[in-house]
């Protein structure tokens, strides 16, 4: 004997087969009790048709009554329904595969599987069943329910968005950033919402440990505010000391905020009000030294709740330069700090132990999103890379077995190990 790898590999595929043929013996038997497995009116049963089973055991042969109504060319399979198949594929299977699915690309996915868990199927396969899973799971994202006992002195919701590259169907007539126009991408919009209890030693504000969860999609800003605000009653809104909203510039996440979250203390992301700053002072000042020392200068009185004061300055050192060409956007630039002036006031946030950058969320768009959906020739359907962000939001959310369990009623027959 070599080393132990032969007989593990050799045991795990017996055990395997004989889990299977266990199976099929349990499923097969006479005494189950299978709802409406009786012919309705106007059906014809046709009793033991035979149906090949995808399992987490591998090929199930199972024979059951099969009912079809002539007039309506229609047919059922109560064992089917009673059991939870999808085409033919377990929900266990379906699980594993969505799972893996949601970690990695189809391919990747289907060698995993066969490594990891002695289960063949394919790549194409395992993207069917994603795409049945993935609207499964973003439903019980929704309707799941959270600790509502627990306090939440402060609940976070940060929303950005990323692009995502698509297949060009999908962006017929879409206007981007391409030279000529068009779009390469669409927006995926994503949500973090998270809770915070405490400050360090130092006074900096601590996010809960394993307290962000996601939702994401595809639709319009209005839509995505309705499912932002009910993943955010989900996390205890309703009962939170303060709700604090996080956002960069966009006008459609500040718009969104208004609607859902009126009494929400407003941040924006202190990282993006320093590049603005960065980028008015280079072009209100032609020397790269002089722009770089004022910038220096707003970025101190930025973080001191002098937002009014940059305003000024900068308005004063517009005048100064006299007539602009039409195409100038300095007028544009300093409109942003006017906008977004209530939302500047760091030094207040950072005495209260606030967090005032978004970066949560941000690094959600890649971790959630960009990580799973913008890799080299990727290019997706809306609905496959919804499905895909669903997935993704169970996993890195850490709701990933909440969801399923609730959705197949998972831990009914659970053995609990003794104490």
Known sequence: MSNLEAIELGLRQALLKDGGRLLEGLLDSASLNIPDNTSGPGEKCHPHRALKVESIFGVL????????????????????????????FSPALIRLAARAAA????????????????????????????????????????????????????????????????????????????????AK?????????????????????????????????????????????REAQRRGAGRADKIVFLGDGAIWIWELQRVNFPEAIEILDLFHALEHVAGLCQGLFPSVTEAKEMATTWFEMLKNDEVAGVIAAARKRLLELGPLPAENTLETQIGYFERNQRRMLYKTY???????????????????????????????????????IHLRCALKGHRWNECWDRLNDSQRLKITPAA
Not at 69 to 84: F, I, N, S, T, V
């Open 61 to 88: 042969n199972l024979r059951r009554n099969y009912f079809y109504h002539e007039g309506a060319r229609q047919g059922r399979a109560p064992l089917d329904q009673a059991l939870g198949l999808v085409n033919g």
């Open 103 to 182: 970690r990695e690309g189809y391919e990747a996915a289907s060698q995993d599987l066969l490594e990891i868990a002695g289960i063949a199927i394919d790549g194409r396969q395992i993207q069917r069943l994603a795409n049945v899973a993935g609207p499964q799971i973003g439903r019980q994202l929704e309707t799941g329910k959270g600790d509502d006992t627990a306090p939440v002195p402060i609940l976070y919701v940060e929303v950005d968005g990323t692009g995502v590259p698509m297949v060009a169907d999908e962006l017929a007539g879409r206007k981007g950033k391409q030279p000529d126009g068009t």
């Open 185 to 229: 991408t669409r927006e995926a919009k994503l949500c973090a919402t998270f809770t915070q209890t405490k400050c360090d030693e130092q006074g900096l504000p601590q996010r809960d440990y394993h307290s962000t969860t996601y939702v994401g999609g595809f639709e319009s800003a209005e839509a995505f505010g309705l499912r932002v605000r």
């Open 350 to 388: 950072r005495e209260a132990g606030l967090f005032y950058g978004s970066g949560v969320v941000e690094a959600g768009c890649k971790a959630v999103i960009g990580q799973r959906l913008k890799n080299s020739g990727m290019f997706w359907t809306e609905s496959g890379a919804t499905s895909v």
